[in-house]
């Protein structure tokens, strides 16, 4: 047994903590064990339940694993402990533990260099880490949402530019095409 996950049965809502754990191709079930209903065995001992990590159990506190979801926490936090600029830089200006914020003497840039030529931010959100691409973050935080199956480019091919006006929402066909063209050293 894994004292981390928990169960809800699925006929009561209760959480069941005794369970045993099947694996199938779409994921892990839990067949509740032991469980009592009102003195009885419960009637849906038996039937699977999804397993359910303790942020499901307490939403207010879930930081999604997503990249879209995860760039609208970290965008909940601008103007509160982060900044960004309109050079497009991402400057931390304050620390919030327990809801309390404390402002920083002094603000630090918060994004990093990344292997790949691109910065990014990582930080803790509600105690969980949150990596976001600086890129798209900035292109949220000035022209709002990126469109569903769209990424974002910089114009310059320099990806340490995050000026908005650098940005641009692309396709990735087309994003595709840029990059083979300044390859070769062409304009796009």
């Known amino acids: 047994m894994n004292p981390k996950a928990t169960a809800?049965?699925?006929?009561?809502?209760?959480?069941?903590c005794s369970y045993q754990t099947t694996s199938t191709p779409i994921?892990?079930?839990i067949?509740?064990?032991?469980?009592?209903?009102?003195?009885?065995?419960?009637?849906g001992s038996g039937v699977p339940v999804r397993r359910e990590s303790w942020a499901m159990l307490n939403p207010k506190h879930a930081v999604p694993r997503n990249r879209p979801e995860q760039e609208k926490a970290f965008l909940a936090t601008v103007g509160r402990t982060f900044e960004i600029r309109r050079n497009g830089e991402i400057w931390r200006v304050g620390v919030e533990r327990m809801g309390e914020l404390t402002l920083?003497?002094?603000?630090?840039?918060?994004?990093?260099?990344a292997a790949n030529g691109y910065y990014r931010v990582e930080t803790m959100?509600?105690?969980?880490?949150?990596?976001?691409?600086?890129?798209?973050?900035?292109?949220?935080?000035?022209?709002?949402?990126?469109?569903?199956?769209?990424?974002?480019?910089?114009?310059?091919?320099?990806?340490?530019?995050?000026?908005?006006?650098?940005?641009?929402?692309?396709?990735?066909?087309?994003?595709?095409?840029?990059?083979?063209?300044r390859k070769r050293g062409e304009q796009p």
Request: aromatic share 6%.
């Open 8 to 16: 809800r049965c699925s006929v009561c809502g209760r959480l069941v």
């Open 27 to 29: 994921g892990d079930w």
């Open 125 to 181: 959100i509600r105690c969980h880490r949150v990596r976001v691409s600086s890129h798209r973050v900035v292109f949220r935080h000035f022209h709002g949402p990126i469109p569903h199956g769209y990424v974002v480019d910089h114009k310059d091919g320099d990806r340490g530019n995050n000026h908005p006006d650098n940005l641009e929402a692309v396709c990735q066909a087309e994003n595709t095409r840029r990059g083979y063209v």
């Open 31 to 43: 067949t509740p064990m032991h469980h009592k209903h009102e003195g009885a065995a419960c009637p």
């Open 104 to 113: 920083l003497d002094e603000p630090r840039r918060q994004e990093q260099l």
